[in-house]
Every structure is written in C-alpha cells, then in structure tokens.
C-alpha cells in the first residue's frame, strides 16, 4: 500500500510540474532563458573586436525581461540547433529572427513576425558569371546555401539550372564563394547588410522583384497559452510604444520590420 501511494505521488507531481506554464517557471526562478544565434549582423552579433552583443533581438530579449521583471540569460544556439535546444527546455524562448517556415511548425511555435526579409545573393565584386539576379539559375552556376536555414528548400524548389551547394557552416559559405568554388550564397536582409560592412570583397545582389518574403518570429514550445500569450501582449505592446521601430531603426533593420 505505501508502495502505491509513492508511486501515486510521483506520478502527481509530475503532472503539475509538466502542467505548470513556463511563465511560473521563469518567475519562479526569476531568470528567462533566452537562446540567442550570436553570429547573426543586427540580430543577435558578438563583434569579434568589442566582444559586444547587438542586434534588434538581443536588444529585444532585454526589454522581455524587463516586462517580465525578471534577469536575463542568454544562450548560446544555432539554427541547426535551434529545435532541440527549445523543445528540451534549454531555453524558454528563441529570439534571432527565426524564419517561419511550416517545416519549423511542426516542432515549434512561433510569435507574431517582427520582422519580414526577402532573400538576398552575395557574391564576389570580380566575379565573372554573376552580374545580377537573373544570372544566378545558370548552368554552371555553383549557389551555396547553409544547412538548416530556410534557404536551403526554398533553393532546392527554385533552382532549375544552378548547382546547390548545401554548406554546414554559415562562414563557409563565404569562404567557399571568396574562393571562387561557389558564385553566390543566399542569405537575407541582415546578413547581407553584415557582409557590405565587414568584407571589402562582397557584392550583393538584390532579386529584381519580390522573390520570397519570409517572416521571422521567435520560437517556444507547443501548449502552454499562458507564456505564449504573455509574450504576444509584449509584442503588441513594443510595436505600440515605439519600441521595436526605435531598436530596428538603432539596429539598420528599419526597412524590414514588422511594425503594425
């Protein structure tokens, strides 16, 4: 009988704690976990020099806690990542421009977009195939994309003629167009901006008409209306206040948000 009973309790205790909403957790705690791409230009980027972090999200991840009342920790993650990391609780939320893909539905939530960006093509200023949009699906055309991006299927559907080169790294991609082994490599709005302002060697290319918007959101766990609903509230609230046209403006991503 006393057996039964442990048994009994386990299983309750179990079943509140799976049923309690992260929001309880996170004040509980009195710390939001917040999983960050720190290599991601006016998202969530750690220059190299300063050893700081920008970025419209990392900016944006203080303002949640802030509204939360809590702290803050930042979590190293990565879109390869980015799905165990969320649904392991590594982190409550993720927050780098996540792009809203229905692959990505099936295994997380997403927020109301933020932020909107098309895809972009960088390329080399001396290469010879590549002039503009309408010279990359090309036979003998090599377009790298990076894996677990949501580049990578879009190309996959687009592409007819060109070669694509599906890379691990987001620095290879650049390494592997610098070096002439790829043409282009698709990217978005913040990235491209990052590389016109970090290389002396990079050329983007800027599709002549809308190729494929995508909107990024941040990600969290399916069934818990509570968390999620506390972090809509905050969203609605930033683009009210000013907040979010204030920190895109302070991070060059004005063109791109989301703000109504």
């Known amino acids: 009988m006393k057996k039964i009973f442990i048994i009994f309790m386990f299983f309750l205790i179990n079943n509140l704690y799976a049923s309690e909403s992260r929001l309880d957790i996170i004040k509980s705690n009195n710390e939001l976990k917040v999983c960050i791409w720190p290599q991601y230009y006016g998202i969530s980027y750690i220059d190299s020099r300063t050893q700081k972090l920008t970025g419209i999200d990392s900016d944006l991840a203080v303002e949640l806690a802030k509204d939360l009342n809590v702290n803050l920790k930042l979590l190293k993650s990565s879109f390869p990542t980015l799905i165990e990391d969320v649904n392991t ?36 200023k001396t290469n010879k195939k590549v002039k503009s949009w309408d010279d990359i699906d090309k036979k003998g055309v090599v377009v790298a994309v990076a894996k677990g991006t949501y580049h990578e299927p879009i190309m996959k559907e687009k592409l007819k003629n060109a070669k694509l080169m599906v890379i691990k790294g987001f620095k290879q991609r650049e390494d592997e167009v610098r070096a002439g082994i790829a043409d282009v490599f698709m990217t978005d709005y913040p ?13 983007l ?56």
């Open 191 to 203: 990235y491209g901006k990052k590389m016109l302002a970090k290389t002396d060697w990079a050329k």
């Open 89 to 124: 609780n590594r982190c409550d939320i993720a927050m780098f421009a996540i792009g809203n893909t229905e692959k990505r539905r099936e295994k997380l939530r997403f927020t109301t977009p933020h932020l909107e960006s098309d895809i972009y093509a960088v390329t080399t």
């Open 205 to 260: 290319i800027i599709p002549k008409k809308t190729y494929h918007l995508t909107s990024y959101a941040w990600a969290m766990n399916y069934g818990d209306d509570k968390f999620y609903n506390a972090v809509e509230k905050f969203i609605s609230k930033i683009k009210k206040d000013g907040r979010l046209k204030k920190l895109a403006k302070k991070n060059g991503l004005l063109p791109i948000a989301k703000l109504k």
